[in-house]
């Protein structure tokens, strides 16, 4: 089926900086989600996203709705060692009947203290 | 409070063993998920159910079993599993179906 990508497969940086991740599509969205998973443990949501434009916070988390409603991304600011994981986008197409999560292949961070 | 709780959390079973895993949920939420995941990939749809009726069934082998008793309550039976089906089971859930979903801690399960 199809995939949203999302590229690197793995990111390495150093505790403190700042770090971005896409996610993009050929076709259009509704809704972007990110999820963040911790090995062995089931992925836990960072942030949604409803409407093309919209620009959301979670603390140091940042992640956009794109304008063309395609594409996704994630900032995650001063990065420390808990951060470490994979970070997965998923997107939906419609509300109600047949609307099921379209993932991404995830990217796995890690950070150098 | 967007808990959805597993259990349980590891489960080791033979291939002519039937075991069930449990899901739980009290966000009065109307959707549930089954989903399957294997090591460093994104996770599979196997089920959806909506106001506890099947509405999705993701071409899923017969030795897989759903069950939704209430609306906070999800199961997955299983029974003569292969060595294969060995991953990490996921149950998820969201106000309706196209809601934004929550996922479980999950159950890792072995299949020897």
């Known amino acids: 089926g199809q995939q949203l990508n999302q590229s690197p497969q793995s990111m390495f940086i150093q505790e403190g900086e700042d770090v971005s991740m896409n996610c993009t599509s050929s076709?259009?969205?509704?809704?972007w989600l990110w999820y963040k998973q911790d090995p062995g443990e089931g992925p836990v949501l960072l942030i949604a996203?409803?409407?093309?434009?919209e620009l959301t916070s979670n603390g140091r988390l940042t992640a956009q709705f794109g304008i063309t409603r395609k594409d996704s991304f994630l900032n995650i600011s001063a990065s420390i060692p808990s951060d470490v994981g994979i970070y997965f986008c998923?997107?939906?197409?419609?509300?109600?009947?047949?609307?099921?999560?379209?993932f991404g292949k995830g990217i796995t961070l890690s950070v150098r203290p | 409070d967007t808990e959805v709780t597993q259990t349980p959390k590891h489960l080791v079973m033979g291939m002519t063993n039937k075991k069930s895993l449990k899901c739980e949920q009290h966000?009065?939420?109307?959707?549930m998920y089954w989903y399957k995941q294997k090591a460093k990939k994104p996770p599979e749809l196997m089920f959806v159910?909506?106001?506890?009726?099947?509405?999705i069934n993701e071409s899923v082998p017969s030795r897989f079993s759903p069950e939704c008793p209430n609306s906070s309550l999800l199961n997955l039976h299983l029974h003569a599993l292969q060595p294969e089906d060995s991953a990490l089971y996921l149950c998820?859930?969201?106000?309706?179906?196209?809601?934004?979903?929550?996922f479980g801690p999950g159950t890792r399960l072995l299949v020897l």
């Open positions: 998820a859930s969201s106000q309706w179906r196209g809601e934004t979903q929550y």
């Open positions: 076709s259009i969205f509704n809704t």
């Open positions: 996203l409803y409407k093309a434009g």
């Open positions: 998923a997107g939906q197409k419609a509300f109600g009947a047949n609307s099921k999560l379209t």
């Open positions: 966000m009065g939420h109307r959707a």
């Open positions: 159910y909506s106001y506890e009726k099947l509405s």
